[in-house]
């Protein structure tokens, strides 16, 4: 039994919330069964005592059973009324429960899935960058292998470091203890220059970009390079290879836009608002095959929402996803 509860969690709540229901029901029909009861008997021994004295009209008329017959319809109505309204709160609390407890075993599985994501995560670049030593520690290599090798490690530690930076933004900004450093930042070389820096990559995919020059912008600089950085980061790991990412940003209408365009799988309509909660990443076979931790999209909505911006996700035609941010200028 404990096992059967264990697989299914919500068993047993259906369970205790189909008793309340029916229970609440049955003690409502109790009550509703009690007044009638109570009516008929205090009417057949009024009537009693109605036949004992000679009286001129019919019982049914007198004012001893309309008083009576007025209670019983007043009561019932009681009856019927409060136990409807005290069904109907029992049904939005116990649908509040579920909906609570929904949420809280999502969270527990989204935060299982950060764990394994984590140590997968941190394991992978730390035994890179432990073989790239220990290789240099027991072999003679020449000019070129040192290069790659160095070239590896340091990519990897930029890997590591990126992670951690993630990790230790999520956890300030969700605090709230911002503490930003505001100053007017030039988005235009800033943007060009986190650009610059995914034009190798790994899957050898081409990074354009259209960016408006002179644009400036009271934001903190680490904040908004962290918000592109992981953009570009999440089109690139859901983009297969040789295809292409453009980055642009402009000035329209009194308001900064950022927007990031991939060619790859796309996100169904249904996922579109989900993909900024912390932990959370597209439920599908491709997604779980690429590595994350679900902290990178939380992190940019999460940061364009306080500086009370928008960010809006839309189908790039043919393929693809466009991640389109509005910052109020």
């Given at each position: 039994m404990l096992k059967l509860f264990g697989k299914s969690p919500f068993l047993l709540f259906y369970i205790v919330f189909g008793y309340i229901i029916v229970f609440s029901l049955w003690w409502g029909y109790l009550l509703f069964s009690k007044n009638e009861q109570a009516f008929t008997e205090k009417m057949q021994l009024d009537r009693i005592n109605y036949q004992s004295t000679p009286n001129p009209i019919k019982y049914e008329e007198t004012q001893s059973y309309l008083q009576l017959l007025t209670k019983y319809k007043k009561?019932?109505?009681?009856?019927?009324?409060?136990?409807?309204?005290f069904l109907f709160l029992q049904i939005i609390g116990l649908i509040q429960v579920r909906r609570i407890f929904g949420k809280e075993i999502e969270l527990a599985i989204q935060q299982t899935?950060?764990?394994?994501?984590?140590?997968?995560?941190?394991?992978?670049?730390?035994?890179?960058?432990?073989?790239?030593?220990?290789?240099?520690?027991?072999?003679?290599?020449?000019?070129?292998q040192k290069e790659k090798l160095i070239n590896n490690a340091l990519s990897?530690?930029?890997?590591l470091e990126s992670l951690v930076e993630n990790i230790l933004f999520a956890a300030?900004?969700?605090?709230?203890?911002?503490?930003?450093?505001?100053e007017d930042v030039n988005l235009s070389d800033l943007v060009h220059s986190i650009a610059e820096k995914f034009e190798i990559n790994k899957k050898n995919i081409l990074i354009q970009s259209d960016?408006?020059?002179g644009i400036y912008y009271h934001i903190d600089q680490l904040g908004f390079t962290s918000v592109v950085m992981n953009l570009i980061e999440n089109a690139i790991k859901y983009s297969e290879a040789d295809t292409g990412i453009l980055i642009?940003?402009?000035?329209?209408?009194?308001?900064?836009?950022?927007?990031?365009?991939?060619?790859?799988?796309?996100?169904?309509?249904?996922?579109?608002?989900?993909?900024?909660?912390?932990?959370?990443?597209?439920g599908n076979e491709d997604t779980r095959k690429t590595k994350g931790t679900g902290l990178g999209l939380f992190i940019v909505g999460r940061f364009v929402e306080i500086y009370k911006g928008k960010i809006a996700v839309m189908d790039n035609i043919p393929k693809g996803s466009i991640f389109k941010i509005t910052l109020p200028k």
């Open positions: 009561d019932r109505i009681m009856v019927l009324s409060e136990g409807l309204f899935n950060f764990l394994h994501s984590i140590t997968h995560e941190l394991k992978s670049p730390l035994s890179s960058v432990k073989l790239a030593l220990q290789t240099f520690q027991k072999r003679t290599l020449e000019p070129a990897d530690v930029a890997r300030k900004i969700e605090r709230n203890t911002h503490g930003f450093a505001n960016i408006q020059e642009s940003l402009c000035s329209a209408d009194g308001t900064i836009i950022l927007t990031v365009k991939d060619e790859g799988s796309g996100i169904p309509d249904e996922y579109k608002k989900k993909v900024f909660e912390k932990f959370y990443r597209v």
